[in-house]
């Protein structure tokens, strides 16, 4: 089983060892690894408690899925409700179940194709598995497809320019210099620009080396400022990467970094990928932390436990301090309340829920997919951006620094995909939605309950090998 998974997350996910080789190849062991605990524990329940059948098999993997999305080493990238992320089309139900649906469709399409093999040669035996997995398949897309045909957008509509500046990240971005990086953001900007417009996106880290405490008086916000002077009201929202110097008595947080100056005096300080909306005409500018982070560019998961990792983070980029989070979800609020989503948090569901229960009525994802270069990875996470328009049935509008940009509607359509390698902006009217599906109301309920009935069928299978044992 170990060696099939491998090769699935080869296949898959190769892509990911385009940022750092040897992480890449870590990730996959790893990830695989985790993907033959849930057989293993059906293969001993299975020992002890053979009538259960393969429902064990079902609730261990939905768990394993579940928890892969809530713990500090997140590599959900494989949830198998994922997979449909294409065909959207066929999927429009997850607005009541989440991803963990679809992986409770394949799952158990597959335990009743199973079935039927294993029946092959008895026509009257296997004919009843073959109507289960008939129906099984046939009902959730039938009311999908129809749910998909006569679902109707609703909502007010808002003017949204989406830019994609093309910045290579391994090397381009860090060596053209920042004067000329932002001349091309407000060209392509202006190049839709008008009155009607009422936001403008841009990626992840578009500026660096900002000082939180401090922001409109960096060069970069001025010059923002100045040239978007003849739109007030305009809203930009774009990805920093930021930082703040600790005061001389703060005490430490858990992000705390330290720089060393020539002189010997040490500056205590924490980094933060952040999103900000900047209001022409006014001062205030409203910031996200970005909370969902990325194992070992973005923070050292379980670092007192795992330090033997330490040089693959480093490799990839990253510190043990990792960067600084916020406890919950917050929204950007003025024109229209805005959920501003950074890369990554994009992968999940309920988290990305909660950018709705805070009152988010549309999303703006903004991400920098160029790491992986030209590969499957930045397609797989555009399209995972059509779920969670499903889930929740809100609008998007997705700025990549390179990748793809693109608005997604609310039945999880992808509209004006930009090209990989292509510098352009492109705009759209999205609309606003208030209305809360059952799947953002009640958030990964399947995983919670697959992982309740999980421990239960641990226990049983543990008491009953200890009786077992004490008898004999």
Known sequence: AYFTFVLWNIITTYWVANTALAAGIVAILLNAALMVIPFWLFHLVRKTMPKLGYAALIAFWITFEYFHLNWELTWPWLTLGNGFAEVPAWVQWYEYTGVFGGTLWILTANVLALQIWLKREEIRAWRGPAVRLGLW???????????????????????????????EPHYEKFDIPPTQQLDRFLRLSDSLLDEQVQYVVYPETVFGGLELTRLNQFPVIRAIRDHFAAYPGLHLVTGLDAYRIYDPDEPEGEATRRYVRASG??????????????????EDIQLYFKSKLVPGPENFPYNELLWFFEPVVDQLGGTTAGLVTQPERSIFSSTAP?????????VFGEYYGGYVRQGAQAIFIMTNDGWWDNTAGHRQHLHFASLRAIETRRSIARSANTGISAFINQRGDIRQPTAYGETTAIRQQILLNDALTLYVRMGDMIGRVAMFLAALILLNAIARRLRGVVSS
């Open 137 to 167: 398949l046939l009902l959730p897309l039938a009311f999908s497809l129809w749910r998909y045909a006569t679902y109707e957008e609703e909502g007010t509509p808002i003017d949204v320019v989406v830019v994609q500046p093309n910045f």
């Open 338 to 346: 805005i959920g501003p989503v950074i890369c990554y948090e994009s």
């Open 265 to 282: 005096d040490t500056t205590r300080y924490e980094s933060s990928n952040i999103a900000a909306q900047i209001t022409i005409g006014e």
